[in-house]
């Protein structure tokens, strides 16, 4: 990963964001991602997107399912750059901060004094946060351990 590059250009190059990657071009997004931001991703690991039901992601692919594959990633981007710092600044006394994701739907983060984060998505899943800070040029990239699932 290159800070000088986006975080299009930053993922394609990772070994363990290939469905990520996937998912983002057949939804039309490499684009979007690609611009001026900036953007926090969420980055769910391939392992991540493994561990749904069997042929979830294979459904989400098909052309038919467009909509619903730009609302499960919309979910994974919020914009401005959310560092660990940025987030501890922001967070409240419980070290909580909400965001409203791109897609329009609620997502929050936990940060706790440690610098260890946790993503609570809108279906009431909680995964961690496994390498944070991952700075782009157009943002930063904060890999998680699991798909953040919108509600509906």
Do not use: C
């Not at 992601?57 to 940025?86: C, D, F, P, R, Y």
């Not at 070290?95 to 994701?101: I, K, L, P, R």
């Amino acid at each position: 990963m290159l800070p000088t590059r986006n975080i299009v250009e930053n993922a394609v190059n990772s070994p363990i964001n290939t469905t990520l990657v996937a998912a983002v071009q057949q939804a039309g997004l490499a684009e979007t991602l690609s611009g001026e931001g900036p953007f926090t991703v969420f980055a769910p690991t391939d392992a991540a997107f493994a561990a749904l039901p069997d042929g979830t992601v294979e459904t989400l692919l098909q052309e038919e399912n467009m909509a619903q594959l730009q609302k499960i990633l919309g979910a994974h981007v919020v914009s401005g750059t959310w560092t660990t710092m940025a987030l501890k600044e922001a967070a409240d006394r419980d070290g909580f901060v909400n965001f409203q994701t791109v897609s329009g739907d609620p997502l929050t983060a936990q940060i706790f004094d440690s610098g260890r984060v946790w993503m609570f998505d809108e279906s009431g899943e909680v995964y961690e946060v496994q390498t944070a800070d991952v700075i782009q040029s157009n943002g930063v990239i904060h890999v998680v351990d699991g798909v953040l699932l919108p509600r509906g």
